[in-house]
């Protein structure tokens, strides 16, 4: 039992550290997509290039997450409920 509980805080751990990573990731980029618009680009549509730029960068880091959040599960779950006779 305590072992399942170890695997579910492993588990909730990986995620919210990469969901937090994927927010800063969206917030740098749209911090700098602001500044280069206000340097070089002068676009009028900032807001709606910026929410573009943003659903881009979450839908990939969705599809990298499940590809490696269940690589990441299995390997928990291997390393911490072991079998018995392991």
Known sequence: MIRRI???GAVFLFAAAYILLVVVVIMFSLSGLHILNREFFKLENIELLSVIVAVIIFAVSLFSFSKTFK??????KK???KEPGD
């Open 79 to 81: 390393l911490i409920i």
């Open 71 to 76: 690589q990441k599960y299995m390997y928990l």
């Open 6 to 8: 170890a695997l579910f």
